[in-house]
């Protein structure tokens, strides 16, 4: 059996090798000024598709500014932008069939926004209220979709990405012809879950597409001391997977390397990491201030290099978009982000009982009997309490409707 | 003296602890130039340069693999992991290796050296993954010293002790009050003596056992029982482990009654190992069963945070029902 699947001839000479002789290179076909590269084939991007790509990043963008503004306004207690990393996101999604699945970090709610997750959705997830099908147990931003094929998002970094390689080899098996596409940092790419992915997902060719958006910093670590090797595309090679670097920046490059992913992996099995080179234009959070640890100069510079502006002067050249249309198209998602927002303000919080139930299919015994103490203790204090207290009566009233079939019953029956 | 909120006062450990011993280092997830996101590491590769001060790649296992190896090597690591509810990935060089370096070598190497700082707990709206209280997990992990402080004196001391304890200690900071409590802290290098609990207040009636942000929520809970005629004897546990049963077992031998208060869910919680313990001790001196008031057996909520927390009211709760029994 053979131990490595070099053929490489033995030298005798003790000869090291440190890759910098693989250089890879960035595949970019748009402009920033929106025109193609010299040598950059025509895309494969139709106009249907290109518009819904566009219109889903500058939704991502009105929302961003939006909630963003909210979290400063202390209407919102987090926020994480998208901006600037629009294109890798929205046009990875683009590239996929909408029953993919997408495996996302927490800054691609441009996927969401692509496949059609409603403002109302966002507004309940951010407020936490009763709308929210997670009911209001994770901070805003960690939104999930069933229908929309988005696995709900989790704060510890990485944990998603081997996670696709097993859910993508599970699809391998039924053999409807999906993929998972997996989409991380990279500063979760430092992660022993990165590279387990990885492996795995070569041994056992599976359908999986790994996105790494490379934006140049992990909240302030910077890339230069995140790793010192070439960027996160370089790492393919040790597991002997296909890896493409792309612009980031460019939503037809990164739309056309997905395509090309998703086919090698739905029809060849092959795995495939792709590094989105990218700028997170907006602090990591709303608790980050990166004037503590990059420049206004840095800062500008890829501001010029907007993925919006740059794919809307390609739509605009095509005359597959109109100005005035962005103009209305812009005001009418403020207006529709800025209601959903007031009324999701309003709603309900989740309750009391979402605090017990989900953690396990059925609640054991001894859970129930802490909720039912939790119960007594709240209707001794309402005042303590007033995220619970006011509805107990109603949702108590709702419980035993659910755990009595004969009052179903009787609802059927009227 | 000067005054300190608790963040000032862990930087100001690690400033001391930096400037008596070059072998000290701090390191971990944006802690160097940047200072951490909490900024507990403000200014230290500004005063010792990013040889002992530095930001590594984001991988908990690899930030506490070579936090071991420095140990055994004889350099003293003080690791950051930026909050408790992201130790996991490093669960196993923790349990399987800072815990028993020393044993099965016979004492050949050992990582003594090591210090694994990080911020827990709720109250901050941090939801599941910003939230936990994991102190039971490493408690159940001999060889391991888990220590949580309560305000900024015990931080500075119980932290300096940490870093120069003989063996590995997990120092897990309270980071609702990072910046809320405040008050005087030596200016000089002091100790506090690690598997000390400390007794903050004598009383008569009852003992209040908590640590780290518990202890306000249960001295909260204390002034209310105190104007219904209760005396409460609070204790600060201060090291999880090794436990300080003495201090708390002649507490309980007194008041005869004892509530055990932690943030973290009730089934396996550190309460239930006291409680035991307790109990065996003091059996024939009990007035009441032991009572525990601590979060619920469930993942860290967000909107509905308050009511999984065991707030003032809830202990308050259990003081009147222990005092009935």
């Not at chain 1, 090797?229 to 670097?245: E, P």
């Not at chain 2, 669960?91 to 990080?118: C, H, M, P, W």
Request: hydrophobic share 40%; glycine share 8%; charged share 25%.
């Amino acid at each position: 059996m053979k131990t490595t699947r070099s053929t490489a001839k033995p030298v005798h000479k003790p000869v090291f090798a440190n890759g910098d002789d693989i250089q890879i290179p960035v595949f970019t076909l748009l402009k920033p000024d929106g025109t193609l590269y010299a040598g950059a084939g025509q895309p494969s991007l139709e106009r249907d598709t290109a518009r819904r790509l566009y219109r889903a990043m500058l939704y991502t963008r009105v929302l961003d500014e939006r909630m963003m503004a909210a979290q400063r306004q202390g209407r919102l207690s987090f926020y994480m932008q998208c901006t600037g990393e629009e294109a890798a996101v929205v046009g990875a999604t683009a590239a996929l069939d909408d029953a993919d699945m997408i495996m996302a970090q927490y800054r691609e709610q441009g996927a969401l926004a692509y496949r059609g997750f409603t403002t109302e959705a966002f507004m309940d997830q951010l407020f936490g209220n009763q709308g929210d099908p997670a009911h209001g147990r994770q901070m805003p931003i960690h939104y999930g979709s069933r229908e929309l094929y988005y696995l709900t998002i989790s704060s510890p970094l990485a944990t998603q990405i081997p996670q696709a390689t097993g859910y993508a080899y599970g699809q391998k098996l039924a053999g409807q012809g999906h993929c998972t596409l997996a989409i991380f940092g990279e500063g979760a790419a430092s992660e022993g879950d990165f590279h387990a992915a990885l492996n795995m997902a070569s041994v056992h060719k599976v359908p999986v597409i790994f996105l790494c958006r490379n934006n140049g910093y992990a909240i302030s670590t910077p890339v230069t001391e995140q790793f010192a090797g070439d960027g996160v595309a370089a790492r393919a090679f040790g597991y002997r997977m296909q890896s493409i670097r792309v612009d980031g920046n460019d939503a037809l490059a990164v739309y056309e390397a997905t395509r090309e992913a998703r086919r090698l992996a739905v029809e060849e099995n092959e795995p495939v990491l792709i590094e989105a080179m990218t700028y997170r234009l907006a602090a990591h959070s709303s608790s980050d201030d990166p004037s503590g640890y990059r420049s206004k100069k840095e800062e500008e510079a890829w501001r010029k290099k907007d993925p919006l502006r740059r794919l809307q002067r390609w739509l605009l050249d095509r005359g597959w978009w109109e100005e005035d249309e962005e103009r209305e198209l812009v005001e009418s998602l403020r207006r529709e982000v800025l209601d959903t927002m007031k009324r999701a303000e309003k709603r309900r919080p989740p309750a009391l009982e979402t605090l017990v139930t989900d953690v396990y299919a059925e609640v054991p015994p001894a859970l129930r009997e802490q909720f039912e103490t939790l119960v007594a203790h709240v209707r001794r204090h309402p005042e303590a309490y007033p995220r619970s207290a006011p509805w107990l009566d109603a949702d108590q009233a709702d419980e035993a409707l659910r755990d009595d079939p004969s009052a179903h019953d009787g609802e059927a029956r009227l | 003296m000067s005054r300190m909120n608790l963040l000032q006062a862990i930087n100001n450990a690690l400033d001391t602890a930096m400037a008596a011993d070059p072998r000290v280092l701090c390191f971990g997830e944006d802690v160097g130039v940047f200072g951490g996101v909490f900024r507990a590491t403000s200014h230290l590769q500004e005063k010792y340069g990013r040889e002992r001060c530095f930001n590594t790649p984001l991988v908990e296992q690899g930030i506490v693999g070579f936090a071991n190896g420095l140990a055994a090597q004889g350099s003293v690591p003080v690791a950051e992991i930026q909050f408790a509810d992201y130790i996991f990935p490093a669960f196993d060089q923790i349990v399987n290796e800072s815990a028993k370096f020393r044993y099965r070598s016979g004492s050949l190497f050992d990582v003594g050296g090591l210090t694994i700082r990080a911020p827990y707990g709720g109250g901050i709206a941090g939801g599941h993954y910003h939230s936990q209280s994991p102190e039971a997990y490493f408690a159940h992990t001999p060889g391991l010293t888990v220590v949580v402080p309560r305000n900024p004196h015990q931080a500075k001391g119980l932290l300096l002790a940490a870093i120069r304890s003989p063996d590995p200690v997990i120092f897990f900071e309270p980071k609702r009050l990072y910046r809320a409590a405040v008050g005087e802290v030596p200016d000089e290098d002091y100790q506090l003596p690690l598997r000390q609990a400390e007794v903050i207040k004598a009383g008569e009636d009852i003992t209040l056992l908590a640590w780290g942000a518990q202890v306000e929520v249960v001295e909260q809970a204390a002034e209310m029982a105190e104007e219904a005629g209760i005396s409460c004897e609070i204790i600060d546990l201060r090291t999880i482990v090794p436990w300080d049963v003495e201090t708390v077992a002649s507490s309980v031998l007194k008041t005869g009654r004892l509530v055990v208060s932690h943030e973290a869910p009730l089934t396996g919680g550190f309460a239930a190992e006291i409680a035991a313990t307790i109990q065996s001790r003091c059996f024939l001196y009990l007035e009441s069963p032991i009572a525990r008031v601590t979060g619920l057996d469930t993942p860290f909520p967000l909107t509905l945070e308050k009511e999984y927390m065991p707030g003032p009211l809830k202990v308050f709760e259990a003081i009147h029902r222990t005092m009935d029994f």
